[in-house]
Nanobody
Framework: QVQLVESGGGLVQPGGSLRLSCAASGSTLHYYAIGWFRQAPGKEREAVSC????????YYRDSVKGRFTISRDNAKNTAYLQMNSLKPEDTAVYYC???????????????????WGKGTLVTVSS
């Protein structure tokens, strides 16, 4: 089992940037695909992005393409989500999770993730 801790959330103005981190302990992230999800108030949790364990291939939901960039540093056992050009509709609690593949992450909510962090709040507001 992997313990995941997200950090880097906060309050940012529209058009601003944040970088979220997902630090793992208990096991190495090297073997897992890492997904980022978000849940806005009153809405369902949605998959935002994923990076594979094998070739570093990535997945992004359409609404964040060109603005968000996912990456991972296996040596630091950490994954990241760089978020640029933030919009008020990006406001949500952001979670990271492990999975066997990004194909599985992209099928959320019809597939379970292995382990979840507790989330970090991102608020985009002027």
């Amino acid at each position: 089992q992997v313990q995941l801790v997200e950090s880097g959330g906060g309050l940012v103005q529209p058009g601003g940037s944040l970088r979220l981190s997902c630090a793992a302990s208990g096991s190495t992230l090297h073997y897992y695909a890492i997904g980022w999800f978000r849940q806005a108030p009153g809405k369902e949790r949605e998959a935002v992005s994923c990076i594979s364990s094998s070739d570093g291939s990535t997945y992004y939901r359409d609404s964040v393409k060109g603005r968000f960039t996912i990456s991972r540093d296996n040596a630091k056992n950490t994954a990241y989500l760089q978020m640029n050009s933030l919009k008020p509709e990006d406001t949500a609690v952001y979670y990271c999770a492990t999975s066997e593949s990004c194909t599985v992450v992209a099928t959320w909510p019809y597939a379970d993730m292995d382990d979840w962090g507790k989330g970090t709040l991102v608020t985009v507001s002027s």
